[in-house]
């Protein structure tokens, strides 16, 4: 199975083709505990079923004898980029966060992923037609670093996977083989780097590292976030020590054993200006069956403070190997105007002229093949669910050889900014998700038939966002 490149890499970060509406009506947005109100929004410029060009306030509606009822949205994460991505839509209403939750008075819930456990542990509790939720029942399949490696490995197994291959093209080292280089095969399984659970897979990882002596690898609590407990080992002995420490302060506490993952460290990652960077592309899924799965435009690269060196494995050394913000904030090196990032349009602009726009369409295309299979290992244990949508966070690491490596994917990727781009950036995001997960004329009884609409058609085309269908072809 090749996998069909949605867009050349040279489009990403492009400018969009939508044409700003000149009207600069104020909307106001009402809620049970405050009013906002927001000046001078213009609405998309494609104008869908059921939905105005202009958003109107709700008083101005009801004059006119409109009968659609409100949209009803509820957060319990205080965030910026999603009051604005909603008062970009008109007749948003927010509800007290004090409110029950298992209401039927709100329409769209953004939660964080604790609530979701509560949503759907009541037996009695069941979600409306009009109620949507930004989480699948179980998204920690993909996202728990352990349960995300162990799936994808089960998919990996199955005879019609074990193959699975995509085209690129590996880099030359000089630029007049660049029309000459022929064409890789890259396969799926080279893409995620070997991990093991600890303690379970204890023994194998032994085993593993004794064939590879010296070898690094980077150790990581299953569910933690911000790079908070990583760390890197080159001896069997830091490994063992490290486990008898934590098992005496779990006993302790009177805690479960800890569990964590040790992965095959990338020691060839691609540096730019001596320093390590990794991807944070943003993907949103709709439907795990059928696999429904888009990627954004907007994504961007994270890039350490200091310069890369491979053997300095301490501890006060590990900032110049993880490019988390929350770690980078403490570096003097810290730039706090861009914040050590570059738009994936950037990226582009350097990768091909580098390398060429063969290289850098094949790495593009290599990226979107790791996204895709990675969706398609959690199809046999995801509940899908009509009421779920999810928008993942996920970290791609690129080696000196252009092949991605799938380092990890996130529940709930940050919606902080850091800086005006980052704001700008998470904004646009957050509104074209907006724009595909919502029938033209939600909540209206009559969007009922938008659910399976939205399965079977790339909505993406006739709105104009940000977002591509991920798709292969056989």
Request: contains cysteine.
């Amino acid at each position: 199975m090749r996998h069909k490149a949605a867009q050349s890499w040279s489009e990403y970060g492009g400018a969009r083709h939508t044409e700003a509406n000149g009207s600069s009506k104020t909307a106001q947005v009402m809620s049970t505990k405050k009013t906002f109100t927001t000046s001078s929004v213009a609405a998309p410029a494609v104008a869908t079923a059921g939905a105005t060009s202009t958003p109107l306030s709700l008083l101005e509606d009801r004059a006119k004898g409109d009968d659609t009822p409100p949209l009803r949205y509820r957060t319990d994460l205080d965030k910026h980029v999603i009051h604005f991505a909603f008062q970009r839509f008109p007749h948003s209403i927010e509800i007290l966060e004090d409110e029950d939750v298992m209401s039927e008075d709100w329409h769209f819930f953004w939660m964080n992923v604790g609530r979701v456990r509560s949503i759907f542990s009541t037996a009695e509790y069941r979600l409306t037609d009009t109620q949507i939720i930004n989480h699948f029942p179980n998204h920690y399949e993909l996202t728990r670093k352990d349960l995300m490696y162990k799936n994808i490995k089960k998919y990996i197994r199955d005879p019609n996977n074990a193959q699975l291959m995509v085209r690129y093209t590996p880099p030359c080292r000089a630029p007049y083989e660049w029309s000459e280089k022929p064409s890789g095969w890259l396969r799926f399984v080279d893409c995620v780097p070997v991990t093991y659970n600890i303690p379970n897979d204890f023994q194998m990882f032994t085993q593993e590292f004794r064939r590879q002596p010296c070898s690094t690898w980077i150790v990581k609590p299953t569910s933690r976030s911000q790079g908070r407990g990583i760390f890197l080992i080159n001896r069997i002995t830091q490994l063992k020590r490290w486990i008898k420490e934590r098992k005496e302060a779990d006993e302790a506490e009177g805690l479960p054993a800890s569990t964590f993952v040790v992965s095959k460290y990338v020691a060839n990652p691609l540096l730019i200006g001596g320093k390590k960077f990794d991807l944070r592309l943003y993907v949103l899924v709709t439907s795990f069956k059928p696999l429904v799965a888009y990627l954004h435009e907007q994504g961007f690269a994270r890039f350490c403070a200091t310069p890369y060196v491979a053997n300095a494995l301490k501890d006060d050394n590990l900032c110049s190997h993880l490019t988390n913000v929350a770690l980078q904030k403490g570096e003097d090196a810290y730039n706090e105007v861009h914040g050590g990032k570059w738009s994936l349009a950037n990226l582009c602009l350097f990768v091909q002229g580098r390398y060429g726009a063969v290289c850098a369409d094949g790495l593009m295309r290599s990226i979107e093949f790791t996204i895709y299979h990675s969706l398609r290992a959690m199809e046999s244990v995801m509940f899908n669910d009509r009421h779920c949508f999810e928008l993942y966070g996920y970290d791609i690491l690129i080696d000196d050889c252009l092949r991605p490596h799938l380092i990890e994917v996130n529940s709930s990727p940050s919606l902080s900014t850091t800086t005006l781009s980052d704001r700008l950036l998470k904004e646009e995001v957050l509104a074209d998700v907006l724009s595909i997960i919502f029938p033209p004329s939600f909540p209206s009884p009559c969007a009922m038939s938008y659910w399976e609409y939205r399965l079977r058609t790339d909505l993406t085309t006739a709105l104009q966002t940000g977002f591509h269908l991920l798709q292969v072809e056989a």
